[in-house]
């Protein structure tokens, strides 16, 4: 019987090390060469599959592979896409057996978060309830840190890294100018349920900088929040604001929302640092400064945790291990050995308990009034933005790898999405 090739796809907003997960797939499955033939990549994730767009990654140079590790974004196109149930939509799964007997598949590999994760469960349960053998392993990746069981997700401690150094940065730019001119600083950041990435701001306090946070797990409470801002401002001369887009009143409506949904059917957020800065000008007349990390913070590849990166290698690693030992429908995670020393190892966990559930930040990692990082959490943290890797640079610009993304010859009709 011939070898079965391996497909991989990236899903949903990219990272600064989903491409080193990638490299951890592709290396791993290149060196069991007697166990799988070839690697596709699905072009713009599950929509490749689908459409029957595969790249083939068997056309890229060891080297170019490599320098996956190194490169920010998705190096194949991601996409936001999430597959219904079988009861839903029968034809879309029938595609994919379609393509995959096509082209020998029997191992999926999908890089994603949470709803990546569901989709990777429903393709796992192929050859059960379609008779199609597919080995389906989840490799997490999420900037939000929200997937369950795993200790942190790949992605996450450089976004950290990135927001915690953006907010010391930009945190004494304001000191500099608060005796005449700015006195109050807002960074928006990622974070739609859970604030973990708000969270990293917080780091700044260790040199000493003011910083306010608004979560999403606190509801927002305008009296509350401009009596701590005020406070701040009186006692340091300025502060710095981390609002998380998912930052909400008690009535559930978030403070950034525009009344427009994605793909996934999410509120589309972009603007609580407009909002809030404005709020502490009108109620308390400091002049402001805000800024929203957007896709900055998920690509700043060349300010990327060593910590994350070699995170993000090893669960693409261990995903095709786990497929070699015959695993299906489970997810590679991170298990938490130590804090000082920082210890850490793989772990394993079932796709149907990872898949649909968010992980929120505990109470106990959050200040008892709401705004700001207990020790606890900044023990949890500082390990995860710990170490520099930094990818190589030529004129003073870092060096990033573009693949050839060659197309594999389609063998079936068109499919229409």
Excluded at 33 to 52: F, H, M, P, Q
Excluded at 207 to 215: A, C, E, K, M, T
Excluded at 343 to 363: D, H, I, T
Aim: charged share 25%; aromatic share 10%; hydrophobic share 40%.
């Amino acid at each position: 019987m011939a070898k079965k090739n391996a497909f991989y796809a990236q899903s949903g907003g990219v990272t600064a090390v989903i491409n080193a997960s990638a490299c951890g797939v592709i290396e791993t499955a290149r060196n069991h060469k007697d166990k799988i033939g070839k690697v596709y990549a699905g072009r713009n994730g599950i929509i490749g599959a689908l459409t029957e767009d595969l790249i083939d990654t068997t056309k890229e140079s060891a080297k170019a592979i490599a320098a996956l590790r190194t490169t920010p974004s998705g190096a194949f196109g991601s996409c936001r896409f999430k597959l219904k149930s079988l009861e839903q939509n029968k034809r879309e799964y029938e595609r994919l057996i379609e393509v995959f007997k096509a082209h020998n598949i029997g191992y999926f590999f999908y890089n994603g978060g949470g709803d990546s994760a569901d989709t990777c469960y429903k393709v796992s349960q192929l050859s059960e309830t379609m008779g199609y053998p597919v080995q389906a392993i989840h490799v997490p990746k999420t900037v939000d840190n929200d997937l369950p069981i795993t200790d942190c997700c790949p992605g996450f401690g450089s976004v950290a890294k990135y927001i915690a150094v953006s907010t010391l940065e930009a945190s004494f730019d304001v000191r500099s100018m608060a005796k005449t001119s700015t006195k109050v600083f807002v960074l928006e950041v990622m974070g739609r349920h859970a604030g973990w990435i708000a969270a990293a701001g917080g780091l700044a306090e260790e040199q000493g900088i003011p910083v306010v946070i608004l979560f999403p797990e606190i509801e927002f409470d305008q009296k509350k929040f401009l009596a701590k801002v005020s406070a701040m401002v009186e006692k340091h001369g300025y502060c710095s604001v981390v609002v998380s887009e998912g930052c909400h009143y008690p009535d559930g409506k978030f403070l950034a929302e525009q009344g427009t949904r994605d793909a996934f059917g999410h509120a589309q957020l972009g603007g609580a640092a407009p909002v809030v800065a404005n709020m502490v000008k009108e109620a308390l007349g400091h002049k402001f400064h805000w800024a929203v990390a957007d896709y900055l913070q998920r690509a700043a590849r060349h300010i990327a945790s060593k910590t994350d990166v070699e995170q993000a290698y090893a669960l693409g690693k261990s995903a095709v291990e786990l497929a070699l030992k015959g695993q299906n429908a489970v997810m590679p995670t991170v298990e938490r050995i130590s804090d000082k020393p920082y210890k850490w190892k793989v772990g394993v966990a079932p796709l149907s308990k990872v898949a649909n559930v968010e992980k929120f930040m505990p109470r106990n990692f959050i200040t008892p009034d709401g705004f700001g990082i207990t020790e606890k959490c900044r023990a949890y943290l500082t390990p995860l933005i710990k170490g520099e890797d930094y990818p190589p640079y030529k004129d003073g610009l870092p060096q990033y790898v573009q693949l050839k993304n060659i197309a594999v010859a389609k063998k079936l009709a068109e499919f229409k999405i």
